[in-house]
């Protein structure tokens, strides 16, 4: 992450959980569209999905 300042995206394979651990392994974001569109509720997917990278940011900025 010392090398670039591009924001870098986690894609593939990218569900709630990995989505954190993307985001706190220093990714600025997330590209999800299988665990979305094969969910029963995809807006509930995706608003879980958003809240776990929301949440991770905040854990990874106070952790600075």
């Known amino acids: 992450r010392s090398l670039t300042a591009v ?11 990995r989505a954190a651990g993307a985001v706190m392994a220093g ?15 995809p807006q509930e997917a995706a608003r879980g999905i958003r809240a776990a990278v929301d949440t991770a940011l905040v ?6």
């Open 7 to 17: 924001p870098l995206v986690a894609i593939g394979g990218v569900d709630r959980d």
């Open 27 to 41: 990714a600025d974001g997330v590209a999800v569209v299988s665990a979305i569109l094969a969910a029963d509720d």
């Open 59 to 64: 854990r990874r900025r106070e952790a600075g």
